[in-house]
């Protein structure tokens, strides 16, 4: 039987991303889905070409019983990072109205970096 470090139920654009993270991170990640295609979702949003981020995202815009998780989930991981990682998959953006950035292509190129990222790990522990 295979085992797995982390089970990760859903593959919306939380549960792919979590999934990469964790198995950049050198985790063993099984990824499940009740859909037929993961991240059916991402391809809807912003009209087809994705509200990816914000640029003014910030935690005094969260409203939340405990104020310090946004703080420190926003702190580990930013729309900067973020960014960073649709530039190094070559994913053209542009802003929107009030900081909003959006894919000038489809949505599917966010689906598709997020679908590699969730294999790289895979890739990484295939026998040589």
Known sequence: MERFDAVIIGAGA????????????GSRVLLIDNGKKPGRKILMSGG????FTNLY?????????????????LAR??????????????IAWHE?????????ES??????????GVRQRRRNDAPA
């Open 57 to 73: 995202v910030d935690p005094a815009a969260y409203l939340s019983q405990n104020p310090h998780f946004c703080k420190s989930a």
């Open 14 to 25: 939380a549960g792919m991303f979590c999934a990469a993270q964790a198995g950049q991170a």
């Open 48 to 51: 087809g070409r994705c509200n």
């Open 77 to 90: 991981y930013t729309q900067w990072d973020f960014i960073d990682l649709v530039s190094r998959y070559g």
């Open 96 to 104: 929107k109205a009030l900081g909003q950035l959006f894919c000038d």
């Open 107 to 116: 949505a599917q190129r966010i689906v598709d970096m997020l679908v590699a």
